[in-house]
């Protein structure tokens, strides 16, 4: 039965996805249908040459165990954070979370190395693409994802694509400034939602409380050796904590505020919120979004993803959408 | 000699052009190479029947003398302040500058009236079409003209055309929040772009720096009667008033954050300035792109407008365009 046949060629056809964070180097096996067949997780090296190193090693490892389970690779698509030239497979310039990581050619390494084609992208255009292709963002035609992890990244879909801007800067979601002076922020200025929002604003946030003896709160214990994290402000927030309470207002404020003005300039009908702290802004941002958002940008729906691994997905994405394109 | 008689044609083919502002209604008749042949203003009523009635009054007499100067009038196009659904030609909705102004179908009176096709868009996204077919915008892929006046407006054009958005709320620049609290907007928010930058926003603060003696320097003057208005202040900054000075500043940076917010959201290559306060505000913006930017947005270009009249130019050009258009 062909039906059969090309259920069988889907299920085989696949992607490996390479994911490089602040924090992790990530590869992954990713089928047709975006499951996650197998995954790798390693410490994302310091230097440009350890780093390019152990991804061609992750790499060749995943392809490898790749012919084993019958899946056929058929390209790689690598997820990083930074600017990137997707045309080129480039990486233009990068904030502080991942050093020595500008101005790098990551598609021609890896395409000499496995001899597949490479596409590139930065995190949070992924994301969006995972969205796109498997999440919330199927069939709709303009949609904004932000995410809020270690950083605040997002992309931005027109008309079913990704805007990238006249030089690859489009959807830097976390550097929309929500304030002229406010926190100093890894790029440089003041004020942006990633310097407010993010998992490293709240982490420094907590942890400055901790240091004043502010963070502990009935209920809550932190112990000599664990690091203090958004978490802790969290919970912190929950059993009463009023300083906690009022910098997590804070932050959900300014990331409001931030999505406000995405509702402004590209006014989407959806905007998806994903990484950890995702379910924790859904409400501070929808309130925001109904007491400061113009009339007729207030209708707009606001849903945390359901997908457990965005870049990833969104990396494989890139592979998988150009070998079932129809057009060219 | 056929190219005198397409010349010809092309000098003969014209469009109404209808601007409605906060103060004047201004209607313009404008020929296909974006000469104004005659423009007539009104103080723009405050109520909704006398507006529509003194509208298609002006058109009236516009069409006539247009009929004596030899020129065919193709259409009507519209530019007006508010949110427009431009495929219904309806106003959705208006912030206080413009009175009773919500849910109103212009096309239909219009076009009953003169038989004629009407096309109708906000004044923003006016006078970004107007930058595209007759100013800086010819030719540019990407970019964005935001417009100083009463109010703060815009368009963003992306791929050679204007993004409206799901809910005909894209580009609504003025709105563009630069602080969590700030000044009161007219669209109900704080800390837009508009309640610092705007010429509204700077006669508020002219007029609290009167009221409390405080703007007159020497050699600056208010008559009696005179309104104090955004001109005195920046005249009473260049004389050496300190704060004057530090009003204009945070203006300029407000206005400047704002901008660097659209850079990293659509990334265009080309930023217009336009309406009264453009040449001003083009040292400021340009300071705070170098001073915030991320480094691979930075290299932008930032322009005052060249248009004497952007909003009237860019309604006729709806007409014109369409008229000349090969694919539909
Ligand atoms: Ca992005
Ligand atoms: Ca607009
Ligand atoms: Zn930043
Ligand atoms: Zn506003």
């Given at each position: ?84 030239n997707p ?34 992208d930065?995190?949070?255009n ?36 990704l805007i990238h801007g006249s030089?690859f800067c489009a959807a ?157």
């Amino acid at each position: 039965c062909i039906s059969q046949d090309i259920d069988h060629i889907l299920e085989t056809q696949s992607a490996l996805a390479v994911d490089l964070g602040g924090t992790n180097l990530r590869v992954a096996i990713v089928s047709m249908k975006g499951k996650i067949l197998k995954k790798y997780t390693q410490a994302n090296p310091k230097t440009y040459e350890e780093r390019i190193k152990l991804i061609l090693q992750m790499c060749n490892e995943a392809f490898n165990d790749a012919v084993r389970l019958n899946c056929r690779i058929l390209g790689v698509g690598v997820s990083t954070g930074g600017r990137v030239n997707p045309q080129e497979g480039v990486v233009l310039h990068s904030t502080k979370l991942i050093q020595e990581w500008s101005s790098v050619d990551i598609r021609t390494p890896i395409s000499d190395a496995l001899h597949l084609p490479v596409w590139v992208d930065n995190d949070g255009n992924c994301a969006a693409l995972a969205e796109r292709k498997f999440g919330h963002g199927k069939g709709v035609e303009n949609f904004v994802t932000v995410i809020t992890g270690t950083g605040i990244g997002g992309g931005i879909v027109q008309h079913n694509e990704l805007i990238h801007g006249s030089t690859f800067c489009a959807a830097e979601l976390g550097h929309i400034m929500v304030s002229m002076d406010g926190p100093e922020c890894m790029c440089g200025s003041r004020g942006c939602i990633e310097a407010y929002a993010s998992g490293m604003a709240l982490q420094r946030e907590a942890k400055k409380l901790h240091d004043e003896d502010s963070l502990i709160t009935e209920g809550l214990s932190v112990k000599n050796e664990e690091p203090v994290s958004a978490i802790h402000l969290i919970n912190a927030a929950h059993l009463g904590n009023t300083k906690a309470d009022a910098i997590l207002r804070t932050a959900g404020t300014a990331l409001g505020v931030g999505i406000v003005n995405i509702l402004h300039m590209v006014n989407p009908s959806l905007v998806i919120l994903s990484g950890v702290l995702a379910s924790f802004y859904e409400g501070p941002v929808q309130q925001v979004i109904n007491q400061r958002a113009l009339t007729s940008a207030r209708s707009i729906r606001v849903v945390s993803s359901d997908l457990e691994e965005p870049a990833l997905l969104g990396a494989a994405s890139m592979v998988l959408d150009y070998t079932t394109r129809r057009t060219y």
